[in-house]
């Protein structure tokens, strides 16, 4: 079974600071990932996914996440943090089944001080 | 519709109370999820259909919960004899070949 690990469930940068939110995924096959963002009171938004094409991956909002399998590693980043980045994220794996249903992780609230 | 449209938003419920919550895909999504989300923690599998068929329940957390979706298009999400412990966010999202699309979620809290 696939499963994803997201180390720090909080991360605090200052604005225009680098963003890095960490997620390990352990799958037994190629793996399908992805990055969501979660805002207050909404729904799961994607930022971008990984399919097996590219191992860099761009995302929206500026941000991208770098594929590494020998570092079972989906880590995402963004160059300069804005405040409107403050947020909950989610990596997320897709079990191969027939059903392709997500397995997310536990989250990482990102917070921007000014 | 151009998204997926959860309904309520917010549900209060009495312990013992049973409760439905309503999922509108997009239009044309064969397949629909539910997801539980606990305070503080990610989504967590609930289960699958593929048109009406009910593919996958094995996130179901007991048999108080049942979910249908009987012409293939509207989900409802049925909690029986609810708890507390059922308090969280229930979000659906529907799949189509641009992959998942999430509702904003129905928050249940029991007391």
């Known amino acids: 079974a696939q499963s994803v690990t997201q180390l720090g469930s909080h991360v605090s940068v200052s604005e225009g600071a680098l963003v890095l939110l960490r997620c390990n995924y352990s799958s037994s096959v190629p793996p399908y990932l992805f990055w969501y963002v979660q805002y207050p009171n909404q729904g799961l938004q994607l930022l971008l996914k990984?399919?097996?094409?590219?191992?860099l991956v761009k995302g929206i909002n500026g941000f991208e996440a770098e594929f590494k399998k020998s570092e079972t590693s989906f880590h995402l980043t963004k160059p300069s943090a804005h405040m409107s980045d403050a947020a909950e994220y989610f990596c997320?794996?897709?079990?191969?089944?027939?059903?392709?249903?997500?397995?997310f992780g536990g989250g990482t609230r990102l917070m921007v001080k000014p | 519709g151009a998204g997926v449209s959860q309904s309520p938003r917010y549900k209060v419920a009495k312990r013992g109370q049973d409760v439905a919550l309503r999922c509108d895909p997009i239009s044309g999504h064969v397949s629909l999820f539910w997801y539980q989300q606990a305070l503080g923690q990610g989504p967590e599998f609930l289960t699958y259909?593929?048109?009406?068929?009910?593919?996958?329940k094995s996130g179901l957390p007991s048999d108080r919960f049942f979910a249908e979706r009987p012409e293939g298009s509207v989900s409802t999400l049925k909690i029986q004899r609810t708890q507390q412990e059922d308090s969280a966010v229930y979000l659906c999202a529907s799949s189509g070949p641009y992959g998942y699309t999430f509702g904003s979620g129905t928050r249940l809290t029991v007391v």
């Open positions: 990984y399919t097996s094409a590219a191992t």
């Open positions: 259909f593929q048109n009406e068929a009910q593919l996958d």
């Open positions: 997320a794996v897709r079990n191969n089944n027939a059903g392709n249903m997500l397995t």
